[in-house]
């Protein structure tokens, strides 16, 4: 894939959420579809995950473990270049300065053509006023942090000292995009790849129906635009 005119094509991508599996819920047919074109794609997960279970024998420590490992076994399945967790508490996340610091950090670091993250606002028009406060301010810190953030040279000083550069995201791409959704990826071919990956995350999704559900979501999707399976996103030039 390439923009228009006469930059250089595509070959990087960032995927930006609050926790470990959300990438995978959101747009994981089309990162599977990124790496098996030969993309670097980076996943930058901002909270530990730390309080994602109903079980009264689990703790905290032991779940930030559990589903780190589950990360990095569904990040093996559909090739990613790396994972970075920032570790912020779980069920906690604010989009504070602190925050969109960390993930412009890994944006100079990684310089992606595009970034794939959440929307940060409630979507009431459709009805879906309830949302995780996290997905909310990761998006958020993460808008910021592309821009002008990550862009401008003057903030954050440290990260010249650390060697890292300002860095220009060509474009954003905001997961699920709803009813602004005007790019849409024909993930037909990577659909297995990508609910292997959404499965690893044996701690968060129910085996037997997580097929069910990651699939009526592709195929309604997809109807809109004429393709078996898509995902369909909220495309953002940025230059």
């Not at 009264?56 to 970075?84: C, F, H, W, Y």
Request: hydrophobic share 35%; with cysteine; proline share 5%.
């Amino acid at each position: 894939m390439a923009d228009e005119g006469t930059q250089e094509p595509f070959k990087s991508g960032m995927v930006i959420m609050a926790h470990p599996d959300d990438a995978e819920w959101s747009c994981s047919g089309t990162v599977a579809k990124w790496c098996a074109e030969g993309w670097e794609v980076v996943y930058i997960l901002c909270t530990d995950g730390s309080k994602g279970s109903s079980d009264p024998d689990m703790t905290s420590d032991m779940l930030i473990k559990i589903r780190e490992q589950e990360q990095r076994d569904a990040g093996n399945i559909l090739g990613l270049k790396d994972i970075v967790f920032l570790g912020y508490p779980d069920a906690y996340l604010e989009p504070t300065l602190d925050l969109r610091r960390d993930i412009a950090r890994e944006i100079r670091r990684y310089k992606p053509d595009v970034v794939i993250t959440g929307s940060p606002a409630r979507d009431t028009d459709s009805g879906n006023y309830l949302g995780h406060p996290d997905h909310f301010a990761s998006a958020e810190a993460a808008l910021s942090a592309v821009f002008p953030t990550a862009r401008d040279r003057l903030t954050f000083p440290e990260f010249l000292e650390e060697g890292l550069e300002p860095h220009n995201v060509r474009e954003v791409w905001i997961a699920g995009g709803g009813k602004n959704a005007d790019q849409f990826v024909d993930v037909s071919t990577y659909m297995d790849t990508a609910l292997r990956a959404l499965k690893a995350h044996v701690s968060q999704v129910n085996q037997e129906q997580a097929g069910d559900w990651f699939r009526q979501g592709r195929v309604a999707t997809g109807k809109k635009v004429g393709m078996a399976f898509a995902e369909g996103f909220k495309r953002i030039e940025l230059g």
